[in-house]
């Protein structure tokens, strides 16, 4: 007896688990694409390049220097020996100094990549929030395009993709 109540109450649970399932209402969205079209990305992009760019060309400046400078020291004879220790300690400081240009620009250039990065996944989510809730869907998953062509068959998935790329656009 207690079996047979036992597969009873499991039958139902699993009928009534599948019926609350087929009403749920699944939007999919291609995270990649949204990013390919999104205008802000290229906005950030020759933000970032034109805010790097005079950085970028000191340290541009100080490799070629430093290179000259090591260019010279190869050509001088060994026997100019207070010209050839002044070139080192000149290549020694000017490496210290490109290597520091290096690491200051590295640090500043992953900030402003940060910035950009939550700014564009903000905006995004935004659009998303916007359309799930007009749209009343229940679930959104975030996917590639190889689980888009997995889920078109399906009908109760909606590729919410295109509705939030014009939310982007027109920004």
Known sequence: ??????????GLLIFSSN????ALKIGIVDMQQLIKQD????TWRSKIANKFKSQNG?????RNS????INKLKKQPSNNVT????LRTRIRGQAKRLRALQVALKDNLLGEQRKAVAAITQAIQVAIDEIVSREKIDLVLKHSAIMACCCKAHPDFVNITSACSKILNGR
């Open 1 to 10: 007896m207690k079996k047979i109540l036992f597969i009873c109450m499991f």
């Open 83 to 86: 010209i050839r220790r002044g």
């Open 66 to 69: 430093l290179l000259k400078n």
């Open 39 to 42: 205008p802000m990305v290229q």
């Open 19 to 22: 019926a609350a399932f087929a």
């Open 58 to 62: 000191k340290m541009v400046t100080l």
